[in-house]
Nanobody, 123 residues
Framework: QVQLVESGGGLVQPGGSLRLSCAASGTIFSINAIDAMGWYRQGPGPQRRLVAT???????QYLDSLKGRFTISRDNANNTVYLQMNSLKPEDTDVYYC??????????????WGQGTQVTVSS
């Protein structure tokens, strides 16, 4: 099994920044079976929505509306993925979940979820 532990959420003013971290732990076999890691947020819909994902090889994808504000990065040696969030807006307020799974990074390809970390953007 793989456990994902997020950190870095909190309260920030509009225009501010936060950096989320997600560290994966587990057996070597289970860790090696993961390709994409990333971040998802609940949004108003019935399922979590992809924010940004990145593969072991560094291929990243983003929700189009977030490009230029959010940057995903990954430290494969430490099995950790980061999300740098800049120019935050109130509509970014949500619970952000770390996910890990298959190459596509799709919500449906996530095999492991973190517990979520709250991001609140408010003055």
């Amino acid at each position: 099994q793989v456990q994902l532990v997020e950190s870095g959420g909190g309260l920030v003013q509009p225009g501010g920044s936060l950096r989320l971290s997600c560290a994966a732990s587990g057996t070597i076999f289970s860790i090696n079976a993961i390709d994409a890691m990333g971040w998802y947020r609940q949004g108003p819909g019935p399922q979590r929505r992809l924010v940004a994902t990145i593969t072991r090889g560094g291929s990243a994808q983003y929700l189009d509306s977030l490009k230029g504000r959010f940057t995903i990065s990954r430290d494969n040696a430490n099995n950790t993925v980061y999300l740098q969030m800049n120019s935050l807006k109130p509509e970014d307020t949500d619970v952000y979940y770390c996910g890990a799974g298959g190459t596509s990074g799709s919500y449906y390809d996530v095999r492991y979820w973190g517990q979520g970390t709250q991001v609140t953007v408010s003055s």
